[in-house]
């Protein structure tokens, strides 16, 4: 049976940088460069989708919070 190589994602960046020189081809992009804007554009979309399907964009868990929790000096169901 052949065995499997797990590589870290900084090897396999070490890898291909290194292919990429011997091929002449520009390096790729150093891990966790585009991350922030990953994260950003998947927060918009679901604010696009929850738009779309008719639930606010915003505040969504904030409000879920306040109606499961009670308000300070209220008690619970009032």
């Avoid at 918009?44 to 300070?72: D, K, M, N, Q, S």
Wanted: hydrophobic share 40%; with cysteine; aromatic share 6%.
């Amino acid at each position: 049976m052949s065995e499997v190589v797990v590589m870290t994602l900084n090897e396999q960046y070490v890898l291909d940088a290194y292919r990429a020189a011997q091929h002449g081809a520009p390096a790729p992009p150093v891990p966790g460069t585009h991350d922030v804007a990953v994260y950003r554009e998947l927060r918009e979309y679901r604010r696009f989708r929850a738009v779309v399907a008719g639930r606010p964009a915003r505040g969504r868990i904030r409000a879920a919070l306040r109606r499961l929790a009670p308000h300070r000096g209220q008690a619970a169901g009032c």
